[in-house]
């Protein structure tokens, strides 16, 4: 068993991309994959391994364009308005539909309006024809030999059905490519299986597999390998003896003490890379193996997703003769300062959406960790290696996730979050779809400096006032002096502490913390300064209160921290109590505002957010809900 | 049996619409499909039924961010730089891996590369660490019961994966909605079979059948029903039978005399509408059957392909929830003049390339016939109703087809169109396949107008000068009087007589031909010239020529023609005779040039497809065509 290694290489992107290209052709695997017959009816998407020619012309014989009758043109040309010219039927006119042959010694056709028929033999027709009139010439759509698809095109519907008019009931496509991907992992469990404190959801596979089946290649997922040198090493073996074109490692890529994707590579081949300088995503190893490009994907969710976007998608689209079609990007401004390390080239997962005429980009969590920032990217900015990042208000170029006419039509909501929200944004895309909500987390106070400085449309607040024992309006005039804000009244709701199923400590109120463990809420929310109010009204003060430096950034996250074990108390909503299943005592009902500034009214997605807002299937539905009361909502404060 | 109806309504499009609309509302059909289970193996691209939430925080426990050592931060805050802290293994430190749970009475790691291991029982550390750090915090990608996807979703691979990574091993999706497709026509067969003269296969079920699978529906073909409105009837209730969300029955939507379906959706439902003011697609026709929506496709494909975008696929998008996408448009102007009918909503493919900085729209065949014109398109110009068309040099605005970026690397290629063009085509397609060749058949002359006219990049001529025996030169000078042009060679061509295999009439030569049924090709096509030349040399007038009128545009064509005993000669080249197994009397080679303005020698497609040109294995692959010489392909006459 190979010894812990401790550092991993910095190989720039390109120059890992290069290395593995020149062991690709050396191993004759650079080139797009034969062909394979394909049967029309799977063809869907399919991409050509050749030109397809026209085995037989179309139409494959002169037919009727319109339903009429066939005639010799030269035998019409005494016909006029005024004399009608009288044709036998079955001698010198034929009845023909479209799509029928014409008729032996005739060369045009009469459109059944414009004849008339006196009785069964004869027809009458007022006007010559020229030659050919309404009549498909043989070929006039293909001719026989003629190149009908070029090579590496990726089947349409509408070529699927070229192919079958010109004489094919199979194409040669591209064989697809095959990746077997081996996740591995001790603590790791199918994600069928409840895992258990220690124990982890292995879900890499369903997104490298489903990446590469959207990318037009097959994916078979094997066992967990468990963390073991000869485990990886014998199933590693077991994967090139199935000679696929590709085998992906998963988790195992760095350099830990259960990392043995490099070693076991270098055993059974050639170690090409092993640490990219890209983030995230930099322990990617990088080998071929019996000739077969072997790729070891980070475990972090977010450096997997986006290894699989910068390596093995580029693969997967070479093989089957696919150019990588070029991202639509857009120009867009940081909401915040964006720090990069100098040597990688970084990719930061941001929110969209349009404030005043510019794309605000705001970067989301960070953390390779958390795949719901790529769940909730609008785009992805690449800082390039060897800037070392942005400033606030920068320029900077994004990838889009989403059609630039969808982020157009984004309401940006910063500030505190409410659960409810997630409910608005539901009945907004069930009501006017084309509007979208993003709420992005930044604390009550947060919320409002975000309106002043253009970074959002929207605010959530809910933040109290002792000295007039008002919500919101005395934080307006303190935030945004110069702006004109109208103040819409999102929901009333319960407040209070946070506890353990069952209360244990028999917590009653606030005077009950001292010698508790409490959960705080981060400088800025509406909770903390409604947490601090209480606090003072019982006298106590925060260094009394164990646990007040310990922050969470939602109410959720306090009631986890509470289910857990973490701490013995917390404050926050109703709601995230009973939805952990958590005692929880009410103190108070508090007001959550929307603070817009009124040049933002007018605008599409607010006044859609405004009108759901006011719609009474969402305040009923939001009345319906523990902890909340809607009898205010959508009111106008000022 | 019904009668015979020969007119059509012309009911606007968005009437059409509006009226299927309120009937689905009616059947209550209107809103999307509901949920079923699926599992998350089979989750692509399917479309959440519902908001869906986490069952489980992610991670679910407090667990190490870096392999390192797990310690409670409080107990290293004497640790400096120049004072190395011991921790006891086992006691105050505990070693753990990326992803293991934190041991109880810990709350920070440091990393591997931070500590010293003196002996087996202890580790040194030099900084004091904050709680927390390393540490991913339960719940810091997803909390127990926040909003992970909302309603309306269709899932990505990410989206996959979060779902897995939250406690889900199944979602609720959409139903796929299924379509039933009755292909019609006693003349029609199925793709597999060899058709008769006077039988057609049978490909619009294909390409409607593929539409609605694109779009994420079900679509399942019936065997083709006959011409008879008792057989229509009988399937069409059997269709009802089954219970689909949708019926489509193909062609016999008109109003022939063997148009059933408009009467077979009266007899069993209720008609909508018969006809729709829309071209190509104008005889749609819409009903309502015991609650299924109906719908009548035209029998021409580009009709029913259009009328699968206009009518079908929104149905599909409907039911699942989503939204019909914004296409991407580009603005245009026209190269030919347009006419559209007044009353109609008119649909244009176009061919585009991007000269001089403008977007060049070129009108490809207009016959609702012509499915290559929809494979070969780049986008479709819509010319509302009310409009009359466009002038040449008008602006317009085209959907796209083809990634932008893709349309701006495009050689558009105008004039005679050699089918070594297509080769040349693949072969850049190989090479560089960022960029394309597009090429419109419009004539030797034509190419040299349209490179007058700024609509094309090159021109393909090979137009004989008798007064100097030579080729395309004297014609630069007489076309492009004002322009820096170069030309290219392309080929040397065999041009010759194509004759009826076994050569009938015993023809072998110009002067065999007074007599015989001759193939011309167009005005301005460079073989009529040269066959006109031809007949001077052999004192023949034109009017001698029987069928000097019937033109063809192309080689393959007239090839064709012969081939179908419409007529017993044309001229035109050895490859098009050989392709068709037809005998071929050659009687000159001639140069088939590209002639190129120069200013667009130095534009990315044009030097690409030169450089392909000029390829050994292009030349090598051409010279080996029966037919073609290229010994002087690629060199510069001027």
Same mark, same amino acid.
């Given at each position: 068993?190979?010894?812990?290694?401790?550092?991993? +290489?910095?190989? %720039? *992107? &390109? #120059?890992?991309?290069? =290395?593995?290209?020149?062991?690709?052709? $050396? @191993?004759?695997? !650079?080139? /797009?994959?034969?062909? +394979?017959?394909? %049967? *029309? &009816? #799977?063809?869907?998407? =399919?991409?050509?391994?050749?030109?397809? $020619? @026209?085995?037989? !012309?179309? /139409?494959?014989?002169?037919?009727?364009?319109?339903?009429?009758?066939?005639?010799?043109?030269?035998?019409?040309?005494?016909? $006029?308005?005024?004399?009608?010219? /009288?044709?036998?039927?079955?001698?010198?006119?034929?009845?023909?539909?479209?799509?029928?042959?014409?008729?032996?010694?005739?060369?045009?056709?009469?459109?059944?309006?414009?004849?008339?028929?006196?009785?069964?033999?004869?027809?009458?027709?007022?006007?010559?024809?020229?030659?050919?009139?309404?009549?498909?010439?043989?070929?006039?759509?293909?001719?026989?030999?003629?190149?009908?698809?070029?090579?590496?095109?990726?089947?349409?519907?509408?070529?699927?059905?070229?192919?079958?008019?010109?004489?094919?009931?199979?194409?040669?496509?591209?064989?697809?490519?095959?990746?077997?991907?081996?996740?591995?992992?001790?603590?790791?469990?199918?994600?069928?299986?409840?895992?258990?404190?220690?124990?982890?959801?292995?879900?890499?596979?369903?997104?490298?597999?489903?990446?590469?089946?959207?990318?037009?290649?097959?994916?078979?997922?094997?066992?967990?390998?468990?963390?073991?040198?000869?485990?990886?090493?014998?199933?590693?073996?077991?994967?090139?003896?199935?000679?696929?074109?590709?085998?992906?490692?998963?988790?195992?890529?760095?350099?830990?003490?259960?990392?043995?994707?490099?070693?076991?590579?270098?055993?059974?081949?050639?170690?090409?890379?092993?640490?990219?300088?890209?983030?995230?995503?930099?322990?990617?190893?990088?080998?071929?193996?019996?000739?077969?490009?072997?790729?070891?994907?980070?475990?972090?969710?977010?450096?997997?997703?986006?290894?699989?976007?910068?390596?093995?998608?580029?693969?997967?689209?070479?093989?089957?003769?696919?150019?990588?079609?070029?991202?639509?990007?857009?120009?867009?401004?940081?909401?915040?300062?964006?720090?990069?390390?100098?040597?990688?080239?970084?990719?930061?997962?941001?929110?969209?959406?349009?404030?005043?005429?510019?794309?605000?980009?705001?970067?989301?969590?960070?953390?390779?960790?958390?795949?719901?920032?790529?769940?909730?990217?609008?785009?992805?900015?690449?800082?390039?290696?060897?800037?070392?990042?942005?400033?606030?208000?920068?320029?900077?170029?994004?990838?889009?996730?989403?059609?630039?006419?969808?982020?157009?039509?984004?309401?940006?909501?910063?500030?505190?979050?409410?659960?409810?929200?997630?409910?608005?944004?539901?009945?907004?895309?069930?009501?006017?779809?084309?509007?979208?909500?993003?709420?992005?987390?930044?604390?009550?106070?947060?919320?409002?400096?975000?309106?002043?400085?253009?970074?959002?449309?929207?605010?959530?607040?809910?933040?109290?006032?002792?000295?007039?024992?008002?919500?919101?309006?005395?934080?307006?005039?303190?935030?945004?002096?110069?702006?004109?804000?109208?103040?819409?009244?999102?929901?009333?709701?319960?407040?209070?502490?946070?506890?353990?199923?069952?209360?244990?400590?028999?917590?009653?109120?606030?005077?009950?913390?001292?010698?508790?463990?409490?959960?705080?809420?981060?400088?800025?929310?509406?909770?903390?300064?409604?947490?601090?109010?209480?606090?003072?009204?019982?006298?106590?003060?925060?260094?009394?209160?164990?646990?007040?430096?310990?922050?969470?950034?939602?109410?959720?996250?306090?009631?986890?921290?509470?289910?857990?074990?973490?701490?013995?108390?917390?404050?926050?909503?109703?709601?995230?109590?009973?939805?952990?299943?958590?005692?929880?005592?009410?103190?108070?009902?508090?007001?959550?505002?929307?603070?817009?500034?009124?040049?933002?009214?007018?605008?599409?997605?607010?006044?859609?957010?405004?009108?759901?807002?006011?719609?009474?299937?969402?305040?009923?539905?939001?009345?319906?809900?523990?902890?909340?009361?809607?009898?205010?909502?959508?009111?106008?404060?000022?």
């Amino acid at each position: 068993m190979p010894k812990r290694q401790i550092y991993l +290489e910095d190989i %720039p *992107l &390109e #120059e890992a991309r290069a =290395r593995l290209q020149t062991a690709l052709e $050396r @191993a004759g695997r !650079s080139r /797009p994959l034969a062909g +394979e017959s394909v %049967p *029309l &009816e #799977e063809a869907l998407g =399919r991409v050509t391994a050749g030109p397809v $020619r @026209a085995r037989r !012309s179309s /139409p494959h014989f002169h037919c009727a364009a319109m339903d009429g009758y066939a005639v010799r043109a030269a035998a019409t040309v005494s016909a $006029r308005e005024t004399q009608a010219l /009288p044709l036998r039927l079955g001698a010198d006119a034929f009845p023909v539909n479209t799509g029928d042959p014409l008729p032996e010694n005739t060369d045009a056709v009469i459109m059944i309006e414009n004849v008339n028929q006196p009785d069964a033999d004869r027809i009458l027709i007022y006007a010559s024809v020229a030659p050919w009139q309404y009549v498909r010439l043989m070929g006039e759509d293909m001719v026989e030999t003629e190149t009908v698809l070029q090579v590496n095109h990726q089947m349409r519907p509408v070529d699927i059905g070229a192919l079958a008019g010109c004489g094919h009931s199979e194409v040669a496509a591209r064989r697809k490519p095959r990746a077997l991907i081996l996740p591995t992992g001790s603590e790791m469990l199918p994600h069928n299986q409840q895992p258990k404190r220690g124990q982890l959801t292995e879900y890499n596979s369903l997104i490298l597999g489903n990446q590469i089946r959207a990318a037009g290649g097959e994916a078979v997922v094997t066992d967990i390998v468990p963390d073991d040198f000869a485990a990886l090493r014998a199933a590693l073996q077991g994967a090139i003896a199935e000679e696929p074109d590709l085998i992906l490692l998963l988790s195992g890529s760095s350099a830990g003490a259960h990392d043995f994707s490099a070693a076991a590579i270098g055993e059974l081949g050639e170690l090409l890379a092993h640490g990219i300088a890209v983030r995230p995503g930099h322990p990617v190893v990088i080998g071929m193996a019996a000739d077969i490009p072997v790729i070891g994907i980070p475990g972090y969710p977010v450096s997997a997703a986006l290894t699989g976007e910068l390596f093995v998608l580029p693969l997967i689209r070479q093989w089957l003769g696919l150019q990588t079609p070029p991202a639509a990007t857009a120009d867009a401004v940081s909401t915040r300062k964006i720090v990069s390390p100098t040597g990688d080239d970084d990719f930061v997962r941001v929110a969209l959406a349009e404030i005043d005429g510019r794309l605000q980009a705001t970067p989301l969590q960070r953390g390779a960790g958390v795949i719901t920032s790529l769940v909730r990217a609008d785009g992805l900015a690449h800082i390039p290696r060897f800037h070392e990042g942005l400033d606030r208000g920068a320029a900077l170029k994004v990838a889009l996730y989403q059609p630039l006419a969808s982020i157009r039509r984004t309401a940006m909501i910063m500030g505190s979050h409410d659960p409810m929200l997630d409910l608005l944004a539901t009945h907004l895309r069930l009501r006017a779809p084309e509007n979208r909500i993003v709420s992005v987390n930044v604390g009550s106070i947060g919320g409002l400096i975000a309106l002043r400085r253009g970074e959002a449309h929207l605010a959530g607040c809910h933040l109290f006032d002792p000295d007039s024992a008002t919500y919101n309006l005395p934080y307006l005039s303190r935030y945004l002096r110069d702006e004109a804000v109208t103040l819409v009244t999102f929901a009333h709701r319960e407040q209070g502490l946070i506890l353990p199923d069952g209360n244990p400590l028999g917590i009653t109120s606030i005077a009950d913390l001292r010698g508790a463990r409490y959960i705080n809420r981060q400088r800025g929310a509406g909770t903390r300064l409604l947490f601090d109010h209480l606090l003072g009204q019982h006298e106590l003060s925060p260094e009394e209160v164990a646990g007040y430096e310990h922050e969470e950034y939602t109410h959720l996250a306090v009631a986890a921290a509470v289910a857990d074990g973490i701490g013995d108390c917390g404050m926050g909503l109703r709601s995230a109590a009973e939805a952990m299943g958590l005692d929880f005592i009410g103190l108070t009902w508090e007001r959550f505002d929307l603070a817009i500034p009124r040049r933002f009214l007018e605008t599409a997605p607010v006044a859609a957010l405004l009108d759901t807002l006011r719609d009474g299937a969402f305040i009923s539905d939001l009345g319906g809900q523990s902890g909340y009361r809607s009898d205010e909502t959508g009111q106008i404060v000022i």
